[in-house]
Every structure is written in C-alpha cells, then in structure tokens.
C-alpha cells in the first residue's frame, strides 16, 4: 500500500546531468528524512544524499559539490540533482524514506548510467 516511485533514470555523456525524483504515495505514516543510495555491480549499497524534514542534508564525499537534495513536502517528493556525472556514478539509485515510526521504505530503483 506505499509506494515509492522513481523516475528520471538514463543514459547520459559524462559531464551531462540528470534529476531523479521519488514521489511517496499510500498509507505511509508522517515522513522524516528522505535519501537516496545507490549500488553498483560488485559493490554494497551506499548512501549518496539525505535530507531531514528540517532541510538539513549530508552528502557522500564523492559527490559533494555535484550533487544536490532537496524535497517537495506538499508532494511527498524528494528530488537529486545530479550535475558533472562521471562514469563513477553509474549505479542503481534508491530512493528511501524513514518516518517518525522509525519504519523504512525503499524505491524500486531506477538505473543511472554515465558514458565516458
């Protein structure tokens, strides 16, 4: 009955940029904070972004300065900016949200893939 739904995946040029948004719908209890991890073959799931219901965000090392978080809370949608992709970035982004309950839920994924 909750869903989070991901989109704005792709192909891009290295360089290039993309958006990816994740919008929460269904019986979900009030929403905290709101990320986005990201796992490539061979390689565990890490997180890439996070921003609490306050607006303070945390971002991985390696996208710092690239990367930017922000959240829509009329529309239960968190967003990723992504600006300067490098080959490095291509994964699988989940989105995941955590609420007050301390209960979690992850998106189905969408794929990011950057060319050199």
């Known amino acids: 009955q909750v869903q989070l739904v991901e989109s704005g995946g792709g192909l891009v040029q290295a360089g290039g940029s993309l958006r990816l948004s994740c919008a929460a719908s269904g019986s979900i209890f009030r929403i905290n904070a709101m990320g986005w991890y990201r796992q490539a073959p061979g390689k565990q799931r890490e997180l890439v972004a996070a921003?609490?219901?306050?607006?303070?965000?945390n971002y991985a090392d390696s996208v710092k300065g690239r990367f930017t978080i922000s959240r829509d809370n009329t529309k239960n949608t968190v967003y990723l900016q992504m600006n300067s992709l490098k080959p490095e970035d291509t994964a699988v982004y989940y989105c995941?949200?955590?609420?007050?309950?301390?209960?979690?839920?992850w998106g189905q994924g969408t794929q990011v893939t950057v060319s050199s």
């Open positions: 995941n949200v955590g609420t007050v309950r301390a209960r979690y839920y």
């Open positions: 921003i609490t219901s306050g607006g303070s965000t």
